[in-house]
């Protein structure tokens, strides 16, 4: 009943990682997340093909991504930045739109 807009401009990532998957060399297992999970996900037109890739890349998943109120987001994200820096607001989540999830 929900859908989760991310700002791909937000999501931290190794340059490196970018620039691999620039020239294709991603895991098999990005292309399995893509065709498993890809019809929910709408992608805005300036988000690049290898963000893309970042975001199905089954490397950054599992126990990353956290949903908090709104009121709480800003005092839980600093609270985590001290212990792991690169801790980043990436999105956010709204009413249900026409899909479930919004790269943007």
Request: aromatic content about 6%; glycine content about 12%; charged content about 15%.
């Amino acid at each position: 009943g929900c859908t989760l807009h991310i700002n791909t401009g937000k999501v931290p990532y190794h340059p490196e990682a970018y620039e691999l998957a620039e020239m294709g060399v991603i895991p098999a297992g990005a292309y399995r997340n893509r065709a498993y999970a890809g019809a929910g996900v709408k992608t805005a037109p300036r988000v690049t093909r290898a963000m893309e890739d970042i975001c199905y890349d089954p490397q950054t998943s599992g126990g990353l991504l956290l949903a908090v109120p709104a009121a709480a987001a800003a005092d839980c994200l600093a609270e985590l930045q001290g212990a792991l820096p690169q801790t980043a607001a990436i999105g956010c989540v709204t009413e249900r739109g026409g899909a479930p999830v919004y790269l943007e």
